[in-house]
């Protein structure tokens, strides 16, 4: 035992939490350059891509041996004044359509790129008639339909497409919505839902529920104070939202919850987390994780973050990132293995801790002395906050 590891003894004991319930196993660097804009990232088969839009393309790793095995090029540059740009430059929102070993990444000239999984190339390049990006997408595998969002468009829109044929059967728009987020098919009721963050009846945010047949909005379900940009289904009828920073603008607190969207009630509050894009669920540990990009304390210090929360709304571990890249999260069905990009440091890999010992109740800002200084442990100088009672304590530990 060294220093390092007595001292987080001492902070377990010291504030009554236990074991991390993940640890660095892996850092790859970036290849060819280090980006300033990436997009989604999703896992599959053990393998990770991730959307690159400074390096045009989208990552390919084998998790097997944390080794980039290319970089599928042959998207939209988009360039805005020499830069990459959110609304015209691609690869954006990706996903894996499993029963047909394909991708589907969002390009930023509104067409959606299919990449067949088999060779890793692009094998059909579908146009939604929108000019700016097509952007993140969901899925549903039996009657094998996608809903793309066109969230950078005048009036925001999805378009409906057609896996099979691959062909666009019809664009639904969202006259009052401000802005769109992600969408995700419900597989315990069939219907697809969009994460509106902002409209002109519901300035908290909401949740449009899809009617492919009719090509409309059949409902729309009021998000108290939120400002939803990332949603993911979990148990049944389990829709975890990822509140945005604007959040705290509008409203003056932090929170993401956990909604059962048969009722429309929420029975999580996440208390301290937001600042979110992207957000998952995976099966293999049954946790929601939260790219908690833009997260702040409640004094308005940045604690950008990946947060790990149990289905009961529990934080359980923070894994502290960076407020550019940080703001995509994959998580493997099989292994729980969880891999978030952080500029400065490469696509880091995290493997699920021997040990899986909850932390108990999550805390005011929900961060244990624990998740901090191992989820840093690489870096010479951590931040461990205690909890003493109430109060909170920051100490800078150089190692
Ligand atoms: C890593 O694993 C992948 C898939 O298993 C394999 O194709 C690749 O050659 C391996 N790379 C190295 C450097 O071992
Ligand atoms: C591009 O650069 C020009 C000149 O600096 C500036 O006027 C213009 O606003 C920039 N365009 C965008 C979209 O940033
Ligand atoms: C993924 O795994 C399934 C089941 O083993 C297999 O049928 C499929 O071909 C694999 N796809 C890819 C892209 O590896
Ligand atoms: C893909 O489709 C778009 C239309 O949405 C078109 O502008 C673009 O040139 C196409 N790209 C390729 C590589 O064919
Ligand atoms: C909407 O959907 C139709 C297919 O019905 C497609 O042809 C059209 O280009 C789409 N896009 C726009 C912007 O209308
Ligand atoms: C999709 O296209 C296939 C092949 O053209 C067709 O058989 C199927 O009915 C279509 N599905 C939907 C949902 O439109
Ligand atoms: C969806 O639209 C179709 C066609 O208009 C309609 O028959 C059906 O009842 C609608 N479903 C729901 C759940 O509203
Ligand atoms: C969630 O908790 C926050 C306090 O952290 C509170 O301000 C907010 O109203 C709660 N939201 C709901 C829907 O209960
Ligand atoms: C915010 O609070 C943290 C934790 O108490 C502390 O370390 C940090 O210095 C504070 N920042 C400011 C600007 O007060
Ligand atoms: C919430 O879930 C965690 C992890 O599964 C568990 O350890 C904890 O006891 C649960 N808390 C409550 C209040 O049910």
Same mark, same amino acid.
């Given at each position: ?41 999703? @896992? ?36 805005? +004044? ?18 047909? +070993? ?25 146009? *939604? ?15 094998? %339909?996608?809903?793309?969002?066109? !969230?950078?468009? !005048? ?27 992600? #969408?995700?098919? +419900? #597989? ?7 994460? $509106? ?22 409902? *729309? @379900? ?40 048969? %009722? ?20 293999? *540990? ?16 940045? *604690? !950008? ?6 289905? +009961? ?15 995509? $999260? ?6 729980? %293995? ?39 442990? #690489? ?21």
């Amino acid at each position: 035992m060294n220093i390092f590891q007595f001292l987080l003894l001492g902070c377990v004991f010291a504030s009554g939490t236990s074991a991390d319930v993940y640890s660095l196993v892996s850092s790859i660097s970036w290849v060819p350059k280090t980006p300033a804009l990436v997009d989604q990232s999703t @896992i599959f088969n053990g393998t990770y891509y991730l959307s690159d839009r400074s390096n045009a393309g989208v990552h390919v790793i084998s998790l097997s041996n944390n080794t980039q095995r290319m970089i599928i090029g042959g998207f939209h540059t988009g360039l805005v +004044n020499g830069s990459a740009s959110s609304d015209l430059s691609g690869p954006n929102g990706l996903i894996v359509l499993p029963n047909r +070993n394909e991708l589907y990444v969002g390009d930023g000239d509104g067409s959606i790129k299919v990449i067949s999984l088999l060779t890793n190339t692009i094998i059909a390049n579908i146009s *939604t008639g929108f000019q700016t990006r097509a952007d993140e997408l969901a899925y549903d595998p039996i009657s094998q %339909t996608v809903v793309a969002t066109n !969230p950078s468009e !005048p009036t925001v829109s999805v378009s409906i497409i057609n896996a099979t044929s691959r062909f666009v059967i019809g664009n639904i728009s969202f006259p009052v919505a401000l802005a769109l987020e992600q #969408p995700a098919f +419900n #597989p315990f009721d069939s219907k697809f839902y969009v994460s $509106v963050p902002i409209s002109n009846s519901n300035l908290g945010g909401a949740l449009a529920v899809l009617n492919l047949t009719s090509l409309s909005v059949v409902s *729309t @379900i009021p998000v108290p104070e939120c400002r939803n940009a990332g949603i993911a289904f979990g148990a049944s009828n389990q829709l975890f939202l990822g509140c945005s920073a604007s959040q705290l603008d509008a409203f003056g607190f932090a929170a993401s919850y956990v909604m059962d969207v048969s %009722t429309g009630t929420i029975v999580s509050n996440i208390s301290g987390v937001t600042g979110n894009d992207q957000v998952t669920y995976s099966s293999s *540990t049954g946790w929601f994780y939260a790219a908690a990009f833009q997260d702040v304390l409640a004094n308005g210090t940045a *604690t !950008p973050r990946v947060a790990v929360i149990a289905s +009961n709304g529990t934080l359980l571990q923070s894994i502290m990132t960076d407020d550019s890249v940080a703001h995509t $999260v994959a998580v493997d069905e099989q292994t729980g %293995t969880l891999v978030v990009p952080v500029q400065a440091r490469g696509i880091l890999v995290y493997s699920l801790a021997g040990i899986r010992k909850n932390t108990g109740s999550s805390t005011a800002s929900g961060i244990s002395a624990t998740e901090i200084a191992k989820s840093d442990a #690489p870096k010479r100088s951590v931040n461990v906050m205690l909890l003493v009672g109430a109060g909170i304590a920051w100490f800078d530990l150089l190692l």
